[in-house]
Each structure stands twice: as C-alpha cells, then as structure tokens.
C-alpha cells in the first residue's frame, strides 16, 4: 500500500486578489506535492480560502454587496490563479462550505463542554486587518505588532479558548520533536517569545459583527477566526466529534503545513492546544516560509508594488514564473522579485542552459542519423562523470526536498544540466561526424545527452511539469525510470524551442510603459 502525505497550504484570506507573495506559497506547495507523487506517495493536497471576519463585513458594506457575494467573486479569482499557476491541489475549500460551518460548530460545543471554552469579557487593543486583540505591551510603537496599522481600544462579551491549559504540555511536544516547527529560527522565537512568557487564553467570539458562524446556543455570538479557519484543516478531510470518517483517519495528521512565516504563532501555538483539546494527533511539521519581496520591500497596496501572478505568466509564462519563484526565495530567508533578475534567469537558465541543451541535442541527433538511436557503448574515460552525475540525481534531489530546500533541488537538476552542456564541448559530436569510423562513438555521445535529458526532464515534473511535459513529447519517452538507462532507443525526435531568450532592455521598457 502506498504511503500517504498530507499537505496543506494555509487557507488565502477573502479580502482582495492574491499578489504574486501570496500565490508563492501554492506553488511551493504544489512543487513539494508533485514531487511526493513522483517517489509513489498517495498525497492530498488541500488548499482554499478563509472567508469570515469582520474585515470581510467592512468591504462588502463597502461594495454595496452582501458578504457572501464579496467572497464568492473574490474565492473565484483566488481558485482561478492558483489554476492559472498549473497547480495540482486535490481540493479547494472554502470556510464558508456548509459542511465546515457545522463541524465547526460541533467542535466549538465540545470544547465548552469540557471546560475548555468559557464566556467572558474581551478588553484590550483590536487591529481590525489583523482581526487579532493585543495588549499594550505588545504594540510596537503603539501599533499593531503584525501589520503596523494603528489599533483601537474594544471591549465586548466573548468566549475564550484555555490556552493557558495546554501551555506546558505544548512546549514539551515542541521540544520532543525538533522537527514539528521548521526552520529552526521560527521554532525557537515562539518558544522564547511566546509560551515561555505565558499563554493568554484566547478570544474564540465575537459579538460586534455578525459575518460568521453562529456559536448554535449562543445566537449572539459568532466563531472568531482562529478557531474557524484553522480547523479546516480537519472538517474537510471528514473530522466529525461524533464520529469521523475513513478518509480523516486516512490522512490525519497532516504530514505538512506550509504557511508564511507571518502566521506561524497561530500554527504552533493556537492550532495545537486546539487539537489538543480534541484529543487529536498533532500535524507532523508545521514550515513557515519566508516572504518574497519586490524591490526593496513588502508588497502592498498602499506601496503601489502589487504584482500579481497572472499577469506575470501573461508576460513570461508559467514555467518561467514557477521556477523564478521556486529558486530564487532561500530556504529561511526572505527572496525578492525584480524583472531584471526574472528576464536574466529565463535567459540563463531555462533558455541556455536548459533548452539550448535540448534543442541542441535532438538537432543532432536528427541532423547526423536518420532514423533511432541507441547505446553503441563505444565509450571513452569522459562518459562515466555524466554517468555518475545522472545516476547520483535522485539521492541528491531528495536530500534537498526532505528538509524543504527546494531552489537547492532545482540546482541539483541544473547542475546535470550544465555537465551535460560541458560533455558537448568535451565530446565535440560536430568532430565525430565527420570521420566515417567514428558514427558508433558519435551515436554513444547523443545517446549519453538523450539519458542526461530523460532523467532530468523527470525530475524536473514537480517544479516545471509543462517543460517536463514538453520534454518527454520531443524525445518520445514515457520517462519513468530515473537511473540511466543503457539499452534505451530514441526515435522520431522533435525539436521545439522550451523557452525563447528575451530582450531584455526591450522588455523592460515595454513593462515600464504599462
């Protein structure tokens, strides 16, 4: 039977159409699923929207429209590019399915059952962006701490959650299991500035807006955004507290969150005392990646710095994009997104190293035999480093993906990529086509690039599956196996540019006018 992998993306936020910072993390996702696919894994891979809160009340009053309507055009736009973006999700839900809504408001009675839910009165600083209350001493400079907005004073009636009462069991599962907060440095700040200070219990309700879910026996008050949004993560895959399904046992817990680093104190502080109190396993790791920028700083509205994907892959394509935005954010720290550097990785990478080999190779292969090629394994001491390279790719792409390093994976697969670029100059096939006596050796040169191309054109599935598509139709290989291959044949070649190199200054221009 084959290994399960759960993997999630945090729930996009109803409020506006995702820019090119927030679609980064579907893609991460996307790549990270396709490439468990890839080793045989049986993945689900769950992403969506969060659709609640009082933000969302504000901007339908706004438009003119009802809450609902708000998020129904703005869930469409989100489910449309992550589509655009070529991504293979299993599911999009949506906070506001009906399904959810009434799970939710099971689990919320079963935590005021037990004692883990009570009735209150919330005082303190509210940041309506952040739909989050903060004490004084959290401001920064008397502004929110997340977003640096200005906050307001509220007081009303609420449930809240006992964070309090999980606090000590949750810091030792943090430190039993060094990697349930990934990377490192995430880990220890919710340690250090978090739990080791001590847990305030947390507003579950609000009264002051109605654009959410009913808590069922106490119509006043709606479910307040962490406990709504976060156990979607469960209602979906069939949790139910009187009962749950197959497929939740199935996939719960999930093997990986994978949620901006922004977010990350509601993941492994909230999220767990949540599953605690449900008596559930806990997620086996929870991954905050890092941001990707523009120019100099954090993308927002009000900064005029807005990129938005789909009008990227309008411009470059969706392969050009993927694979900028894939390698060019660090494992840890922040990555930025300039059109120079965009236009000189398409250029570098994708037009001259990876489809300048292809193109090259299948010319070749057409130009010099008219007809199938095959290992005539008339072999010279240069082979065997191409060989070694391609045959040693998998352990090397996976010691990579497993800590989640995924630009390092894509170096990995580059770099057989530009070994083979340096086999053609070493081997120099124009030479060897000259000399009659030679077209054995020419055929094993070919045949040698033809496998560096197969393999890599399967390994690079999850992080550009339409090249790798298009790689496996000009070589008419079906490409599953990932080792080199020494009785292959190749036929019936076509050569079709992957990416074309682009004018840079033109382009530039071009995008400056717009």
């Not at 507290?241 to 939740?248: A, L, W």
Request: aromatic share 12%.
């Amino acid at each position: 039977m084959m290994e399960k992998y759960y993997i999630t993306t945090a729930i996009a936020y109803t409020s506006g159409k995702p820019h090119i910072g927030n679609t980064y993390e579907i893609v991460l996702a996307d790549a990270i699923a396709r490439y468990k696919r890839l080793k045989g894994f049986d993945v689900y891979f769950q992403t969506g929207t969060d659709e609640h809160g009082e933000k969302i009340q504000i901007k339908a009053e706004e438009k003119g429209v009802t809450p609902k309507e708000f998020v129904d055009d703005v869930a469409g736009e989100i489910q449309r590019i992550w589509d655009v973006m070529n991504t293979s999700y299993d599911r999009f839900v949506r906070t506001t399915d009906a399904n959810h809504e009434k799970i939710v408001q099971k689990i919320f009675k079963k935590m005021y059952d037990q004692g883990d839910i009570y009735l209150g009165k919330y005082e303190g600083l509210y940041c309506t962006p952040c739909e989050s209350f903060f004490t004084e001493s959290q401001l920064v400079d008397g502004k929110c701490p997340d977003c640096g907005r200005e906050v307001q004073p509220k007081s009303e009636e609420a449930y809240f959650f006992k964070l309090s009462k999980y606090q000590d069991r949750l810091i030792k599962y943090i430190e039993d299991h060094p990697q349930f907060i990934q990377p490192e440095s995430r880990k220890n700040e919710m340690i250090n500035n978090f739990l080791k200070p001590g847990l305030q219990d947390l507003c579950v309700s609000r009264t002051s807006f109605d654009w959410g879910i009913p808590v069922d026996f106490d119509s006043k008050h709606v479910v307040y955004v962490w406990l709504d949004a976060l156990t979607n993560y469960i209602t979906n895959i069939g949790y139910d507290p009187d009962g749950s399904s197959e497929e939740f046992h199935k996939n719960w817990p999930a093997d990986l969150h994978l949620i901006g680093k922004d977010i990350i104190r509601f993941h492994t502080i909230y999220w767990p005392c949540f599953l605690m109190s449900l008596d559930l396993p806990l997620p086996k790791q929870v991954f905050g990646h890092p941001w990707l920028l523009v120019g100099d700083g954090k993308m927002s509205k009000s900064k005029g710095n807005v990129v938005y994907a789909d009008d990227l892959v309008e411009e470059f394509g969706v392969d050009a994009v993927r694979y900028y935005v894939l390698h060019e954010i660090p494992f840890a720290n922040d990555g930025t997104l300039t059109y120079d550097l965009l236009i000189e990785r398409i250029n570098g990478d994708l037009a001259n190293i990876l489809g300048n080999l292809v193109n090259r190779t299948i010319s070749m292969v057409n130009k010099y035999f008219d007809g199938p090629v095959s290992n005539k394994k008339v072999v010279d001491s240069m082979d065997q480093g191409l060989v070694d390279v391609i045959n040693s790719l998998e352990d090397r792409v996976e010691a990579k993906m497993s800590k989640l390093e995924i630009g390092a994976a894509l170096d990995e697969i580059f770099e057989v990529l530009r070994r083979s670029n340096k086999y053609i100059d070493e081997t120099e096939p124009w030479a060897l086509a000259k000399e009659e006596d030679k077209k054995d050796r020419l055929m094993t040169v070919l045949y040698n690039l033809l496998e560096a191309i197969r393999v890599c054109g399967i390994f690079l599935s999850p992080y550009l599956p339409e090249t790798s598509e298009k790689i496996k139709t000009q070589i008419h290989n079906d490409m599953k196996e990932t080792k080199y291959l020494e009785n292959n044949t190749y036929e019936s070649l076509t050569a079709e540019a992957l990416f074309m190199r682009i004018d840079k200054e033109k382009k530039l221009k071009e995008l400056e006018s717009k």
